[in-house]
C-alpha cells in the first residue's frame, strides 16, 4: 500500500513550534532572536495594523502580514537576490524560529542505565505503524509545508533516512557528526518539503545546486532531571538545531504569504515529485494541516493530481479541528468525489495510539 503522510504546522507544534497564528508571540519571546530581528517584526505588525481600515487583516497572522507587506510593495518577498535584505533577513529569522525546539523531547541517553526514548519518538512510532523494519521507499512517501527538521530527525533516529526528490550535497566542515537527516541513495521515505527547509541553501558555486546541514549530532545539556547526573547526560539532535550553529548562508525558504511566488526549478522538481505521488496513493493522511482557506493553490494542485486516482481510500485529517476543518472543507471549493473520502479524527497525532497507517 502506498500511503502519503500530508504534514501541516499542527504536527510540529507538538515540537512546541508556532504555527501562523502563534509566530508573532512565539517571536517575542524566542531566545533565539536578537533585538534587531524582533524590531523587523514589529514594524510589518505596524504597517498592516495601520492598513486594516481598509481591510481586515489578523495582524498575529504571519501569512496575511506578510501579504500585506508584499501587495503594499514595501516587502519584496518571493523575490530573493543578494540584494533583497527584507528577504534574507525573514528568512534568517523563520530560521532561528524553527530551527528551535524542546531539547527535553530530543532522544536522551544516560551513559550508565538503558537508552531512552523521547515520547514524542515513542508516539510517532505508534502514529507511523513502525516496526522493527526499516521503512521501504514504497510504503511511504510524506508531504509538508513546514521549515522544520522534526519529521526527517526523528525518521533517521528510527533508521529510516528519508530521501529527497533532488540532488543536493552536503556541508561539511569536518566537526563532530552521528549520523545525517537524509538518504544520499533513493532509500527511506521519500520527504517533499513544498516551502522549503531552515537547513536548505544554495550551493556557494551553484546557486542552481543545493546545499544541506543534514547532520545529526550528540551533545550535553541538562534536561532537567535531577536523579541524572549533568555529568553523563547527552542527547542527540540536527547540527541546526544547536544553541551554537551559525550561518552565513540565506535558508532556502519560501516564506508565507497568500503570493509563494516561486519560480526556482529546485522547488518545481519537489512539487512535481509529490504530485506524482498523490496521484499513485492508496492512502492520504493530513495531519496538522489545517486547510487554510487562504492557500487556494494548495486546493488547486491536491484536486488536480487527485482526480484521476482511482485506488484512494478514505482521506484521514487529523487535528483537534478535525470536525471543524471537515464542515468547512464540505462547503468549500472541493467536489463531492473528495468530500466523500474524508475521515475527520478530532484529536492531536501525538493522543491518538494507534497507526494511521
Not at 524566542?30 to 481598509?54: H, V
Request: proline fraction near 4%; charge should be negative.
Amino acid at each position: 500500500m502506498k500511503t502519503v503522510l500530508f504534514l501541516g504546522a499542527g504536527f510540529s507544534s507538538a515540537w512546541g513550534l508556532p504555527v501562523m497564528q502563534e509566530f508573532f508571540q512565539h517571536a517575542k519571546n524566542s531566545e533565539y532572536l536578537g533585538d534587531n530581528d524582533k524590531d523587523f517584526l514589529r514594524k510589518l505588525q505596524r504597517k498592516a495594523r495601520q492598513g486594516a481600515s481598509m481591510l481586515q487583516i489578523e495582524n498575529d497572522n504571519l501569512e496575511e502580514v506578510l501579504s500585506f507587506s508584499l501587495a503594499s510593495e514595501n516587502f519584496n518577498v518571493g523575490y530573493p537576490s543578494q540584494d533583497n535584505n527584507e528577504y534574507n533577513n525573514l528568512c534568517r529569522i523563520l530560521q532561528k524560529v524553527y530551527r528551535k525546539a524542546g531539547f527535553k523531547e530530543y532522544d536522551i541517553r544516560d551513559e550508565i542505565s538503558a537508552f531512552h526514548v523521547s515520547p514524542l519518538l515513542q508516539k510517532l512510532t505508534t502514529l507511523l505503524g513502525i516496526g522493527q523494519e526499516k521503512l521501504s521507499p514504497n510504503d511511504l512517501s510524506i508531504i509538508t509545508t513546514n521549515y522544520d527538521v522534526m519529521i526527517e530527525f526523528y525518521l533517521a533516529r528510527l533508521g529510516s533516512c528519508c530521501h529527497l526528490p533532488i540532488e543536493w550535497h552536503a556541508v561539511d566542515d569536518n566537526s563532530q557528526c552521528d549520523s545525517h537527516l537524509y538518504s544520499p541513495k533513493k532509500s527511506g521515505p521519500l520527504l517533499c518539503k513544498l516551502h522549503g527547509s531552515l537547513n536548505w541553501f544554495s550551493h556557494t558555486n551553484d546557486e542552481t545546486n543545493l546545499q544541506i546541514e543534514s547532520r545529526i549530532i550528540k551533545g550535553r545539556f541538562d534536561h532537567g532531571d535531577d536523579n541524572i547526573d549533568v555529568a553523563i547526560r547527552s542527547a542527540y539532535y540536527p547540527k541546526v538545531s544547536d544553541p551554537d550553529y551559525k550561518t552565513n548562508s540565506v535558508p532556502l525558504i519560501i516564506p508565507p504569504t497568500l503570493f509563494k511566488i516561486q519560480t526556482d526549478v529546485r522547488f518545481r522538481e519537489i512539487w512535481n515529485a509529490a504530485g506524482e505521488v498523490l496521484r499513485e496513493a492508496d492512502k492520504l493522511v493530513f495531519v496538522g494541516f489545517s486547510f487554510p482557506e487562504s492557500d487556494t493553490y494548495i486546493q488547486y494542485f491536491l484536486a488536480a493530481n487527485l482526480y484521476e486516482n482511482v485506488d484512494l481510500r478514505p482521506i484521514a485529517i487529523v487535528d483537534p479541528k478535525a470536525d471543524e476543518i471537515y464542515e468547512r472543507l464540505k462547503k468549500g471549493k472541493f467536489g463531492s468525489h473528495f468530500r466523500d473520502l474524508l475521515k475527520p479524527i478530532n484529536r492531536k497525532w501525538e493522543d491518538i495510539g494507534y497507526s494511521v497507517i
